[in-house]
């Protein structure tokens, strides 16, 4: 008999440890959390969302996107992706899963080498690596000053604009290194296009 009223017993605190685990840890911290993220980091917890001079959402500052089609002369353009068929697709974040060996992502290197230094004027040897590479999530929203730079005649003049207004565009979006040594200078391609939009 005592051996069932200790089962009972144990059981009893079992159920109860249960469910006041789960009012703790599944509904009390989650919503605590919560809580937080969205008083103190509203943007971040709710995707970094970007949006245009009219208040529409065209993008997260998170995840890189294309620029592409008949007016793309008209953009600076993002670092190639390897995510979904298309790019930029993030239910599809990843790389190429080439190495630097293999005869494919050579080729398509060099094969957007030359359309790059084409499309921008430069030399070939003079095309940094971000822009004919893809990053390892595929969905990299930035891409390094260089490659920005040398974007910039390009893009001034599909626009009718002066390189050096332009330019200062460039400067005014590259981003330090985190607390001056973590990483490398960045710009993110969104938000530098958006400035470039709203410049007249």
């Given at each position: 008999?005592?051996?069932?009223?200790?089962?009972?017993?144990?059981?009893?605190?079992?159920?109860?440890?249960?469910?006041?685990?789960?009012?703790?840890?599944?509904?009390?911290?989650?919503?605590?959390?919560?809580?937080?993220?969205?008083?103190?980091?509203?943007?971040?917890?709710?995707?970094?969302?970007?949006?245009?001079?009219?208040?529409?959402?065209?993008?997260s500052s998170l995840i890189g996107?294309?620029?592409?089609?008949?007016?793309?002369?008209?953009?600076?353009?993002?670092?190639?992706?390897?995510?979904?068929?298309?790019?930029?697709?993030?239910?599809?974040?990843?790389?190429?899963?080439?190495?630097?060996?293999?005869?494919?992502?050579?080729?398509?290197?060099?094969?957007?080498?030359?359309?790059?230094?084409?499309?921008?004027?430069?030399?070939?040897?003079?095309?940094?690596?971000?822009?004919?590479?893809?990053?390892?999530?595929?969905?990299?929203?930035?891409?390094?000053?260089?490659?920005?730079?040398?974007?910039?005649?390009?893009?001034?003049?599909?626009?009718?604009?002066?390189?050096?207004?332009?330019?200062?565009?460039?400067?005014?979006?590259?981003?330090?290194?985190?607390?001056?040594?973590?990483?490398?200078?960045?710009?993110?391609?969104?938000?530098?296009?958006?400035?470039?939009?709203?410049?007249?």
């Amino acid at each position: 008999m005592a051996s069932v009223r200790s089962t009972f017993r144990s059981t009893g605190v079992a159920i109860r440890l249960t469910l006041l685990s789960t009012v703790v840890l599944g509904v009390a911290y989650p919503l605590a959390v919560w809580g937080v993220g969205q008083a103190a980091f509203h943007d971040q917890a709710n995707g970094s969302m970007v949006t245009d001079s009219s208040g529409k959402v065209v993008g997260s500052s998170l995840i890189g996107q294309s620029f592409d089609g008949k007016d793309a002369d008209r953009w600076f353009q993002s670092r190639p992706s390897a995510a979904g068929e298309k790019g930029y697709d993030a239910n599809a974040s990843s790389g190429s899963n080439l190495g630097p060996s293999n005869p494919d992502l050579t080729k398509a290197v060099e094969e957007r080498r030359a359309a790059l230094a084409k499309a921008d004027g430069v030399s070939a040897a003079d095309v940094p690596a971000d822009a004919v590479t893809a990053s390892g999530s595929g969905l990299d929203p930035d891409i390094s000053p260089e490659y920005a730079l040398q974007q910039v005649s390009r893009v001034a003049s599909a626009r009718g604009l002066s390189a050096d207004a332009v330019r200062k565009l460039v400067d005014d979006h590259t981003e330090s290194r985190q607390l001056g040594f973590l990483g490398e200078p960045v710009v993110n391609v969104l938000e530098l296009n958006l400035a470039l939009a709203a410049t007249r």
